[in-house]
């Protein structure tokens, strides 16, 4: 398949709003791609060369993109530069400039990716003038459009305005016109998150080998989630006899180590499925005692401080995530990884086993006599609950510990990936107002500020949560507080990296809340509000019936460098806490 097929395909995409018109696009593209192809044409589609938990890192600046455009389109750098600002959009400056060069031969999809592999590889001295080279032979190959495109990948600016989800919908639309295959193609996601992957085991082994995916080692699988509920009694009420573990306000790691090789594999993995491993040299010289041919546990990493024993707040675990000083770093911040599951050990899934068989899975890890002297990895603690009152104090003396609160499970539920139901439910502090937890909220855009705010060129942000079912961000609250002045000096750079000119697809607003600039859906904040209110105007679950929700008094209390987009609130989970607010009040009224 020709690159120009792909990119012209990608150009029609672009314009459409539509989703189920663009899953129907992907889905013949698809159809007619051969297996090596579809994958390809997924990782590029979402901006990647690679599964998304590999990752694409070009290190490629766009003062070296300004120098190669000059060069293909013979026009000098400033002007180049001109054009790209006043766009918005590198990629457009094919279009602006009347690119149409004449092709001796056209490359393929194999081709683009195989080049662009190799531009991404280059590195060491001398690195930037050879990647610039390799750049520019690369676009003299390609017509306006692919260009445009591949330009697009290398800046990360490709977005296309859909994600994963609406890509297995493509699969399923492509096998059989309508998007029953979902939930199958979800489920095997699930289990191996490797997009590419998927759409060639379809095409080669059509659902079957869907139906057979299994987990391999290496490749992540989607975390479980927790649901909420407002208070000790409800959940023995909801689930009767349980076991409640410690919520730590940390770095949840999905841990991988695999030993058939002479060198162990070892990777640590983010909530959002992203290769941490360079974070933790610490921690993986513990993980590689683990007397195991290969396993993949998930755990909690918090940082903690000797002097006192006692673990400290997210922002200081965080730091880890610098790429430099690692080994000071983690001096400095010296952490403890409390596993909490086993999912797959010594070639078996133990995702279809009991929590009750996992756990004594995980605790006979920390049999082995090399794991006896150390002091960095241990298993959670974990209590049995008969009744609402012993969850109660479990839950209070994690509190008085000065940890988050506690994560409820059934001892009888296996471990579903990428689910969130009550098989686990979290009980968190209660703060004052009537709104009990956080909101992960998404930056969608920025307000020009007033006052003194006018010299930072920002005053207020745009938030959204993530309707998974649609696949879009939408609207729940303007934020002017939570900043000191210099973090919203810093807001406005991290803003302005990820600005786009018009409103990106995935995002739902109205026309009253448009903001002053949007930014693509990339950044999670910790939001704190007095309680879930309904609005006219914000789109969060809004119908044509129903009002959508919004945010009271809300106000930034933090970043989740470790949570992507799709990791925000849920649109679902917005209406469950709104319900849990009366809830809370009627309980409140009872007392008195």
């Not at 993995?269 to 491993?277: A, C, I, T």
Request: with cysteine; aromatic share 8%.
């Amino acid at each position: 398949m020709k690159f120009s097929q792909v990119a012209n395909v990608f150009d029609v995409i672009e314009k459409k709003s539509s989703r189920t018109k663009i899953t129907r696009l992907l889905s013949e593209l698809l159809k007619k791609a051969s297996p090596d192809e579809a994958a390809t044409i997924s990782y590029m589609s979402l901006g990647n060369l690679n599964p998304t938990y590999i990752g694409t890192k070009f290190n490629f600046a766009e003062k070296s993109m300004i120098k190669v455009l000059a060069k293909l389109l013979k026009e000098s750098e400033s002007h180049i530069k001109t054009v790209a600002s006043r766009t918005g959009d590198m990629g457009l400056i094919f279009e602006k400039e009347n690119y149409n060069p004449k092709l001796e031969k056209e490359l393929s999809v194999k081709n683009v990716d195989k080049e662009l592999h190799e531009f991404e590889k280059i590195s060491g001295t001398g690195s930037k003038e050879e990647k610039e080279k390799k750049l520019l032979d690369i676009l003299k190959s390609l017509d306006a459009i692919s260009a445009k495109y591949v330009v697009r990948i290398i800046i990360g600016k490709l977005r296309l305005g859909f994600s994963d989800m609406t890509l297995l919908d493509a699969f399923s639309w492509m096998e059989l016109g309508d998007k029953s295959l979902r939930k199958i193609l979800e489920n095997a996601y699930n289990v191996s998150v490797d997009i590419g992957l998927i759409i060639k085991t379809l095409k080669e082994d059509g659902i079957k080998g869907i139906r057979h995916m299994k987990i391999i080692p290496g490749v992540p699988i989607r975390p479980a989630a927790a649901e909420r509920l407002e208070s000790a009694r409800a959940i023995v009420k909801k689930i009767g006899k349980c076991v409640a573990q410690p919520k730590l306000d940390g770095f949840r790691l999905q841990v991988h180590l695999d030993k058939h090789t002479k060198t162990p594999k070892i990777h640590f993995y983010s909530r959002n499925l992203q290769d941490m491993s360079y974070m933790f040299p610490d921690l993986k010289k513990v993980v590689e005692k683990l007397s195991v041919k290969n396993l993949i546990v998930e755990g909690e990493a918090i940082a903690y401080d000797p002097e006192t024993d006692t673990f400290l707040p997210f922002q200081e675990t965080v730091k880890r995530k610098r790429k430099h000083g690692i080994e000071q770093t983690a001096q400095e911040f010296p952490l403890k990884l409390y596993l909490f599951d086993v999912l797959y050990l010594n070639g078996n899934s133990y995702l279809d086993k009991t929590h009750e068989e996992r756990r004594a899975a995980l605790l006979k890890l920390f049999k082995s006599k090399a794991l006896q002297k150390q002091d960095i990895l241990f298993p959670i603690e974990e209590e049995r609950i008969n009744n609402f009152e012993s969850l109660e104090k479990f839950f209070r003396n994690n509190i008085s510990s000065g940890l988050e609160g506690v994560v409820v499970k059934r001892p009888d539920a296996a471990y579903q990936p990428g689910k969130r139901n009550f098989n686990w439910i979290k009980l968190k502090r209660e703060e004052e107002g009537h709104l009990q937890d956080t909101i992960d909220c998404v930056i969608l855009g920025y307000y020009l500020g007033k006052g003194k705010r006018v010299s930072f060129g920002i005053g207020a942000l745009l938030a959204g949560v993530y309707n998974k079912k649609d696949d879009v961000f939408e609207t729940i609250a303007k934020i002017g507080t939570g900043l000191t002045d210099k973090q919203w000096k810093e807001q406005k750079k991290m803003c302005d990296e990820i600005e786009v000119k018009i409103k990106p697809k995935n995002v739902e607003c109205a026309k009253g809340l448009y903001p002053d600039a949007w930014c693509a859906p990339e950044i999670i904040c910790q939001v704190r509000a007095d309680e879930i209110t309904k609005s006219p105007l914000h789109s969060a679950a809004k119908t044509k019936d129903e009002l959508g929700f919004a945010l009271r008094f809300p106000r930034i209390m933090g970043y989740r460098e470790d949570k992507s987009a799709k990791d925000a609130t849920t649109i679902k989970e917005i209406e469950q806490l709104y319900k849990l607010q009366f809830l809370k009040e009627k309980k409140s009224k009872k007392k008195k």
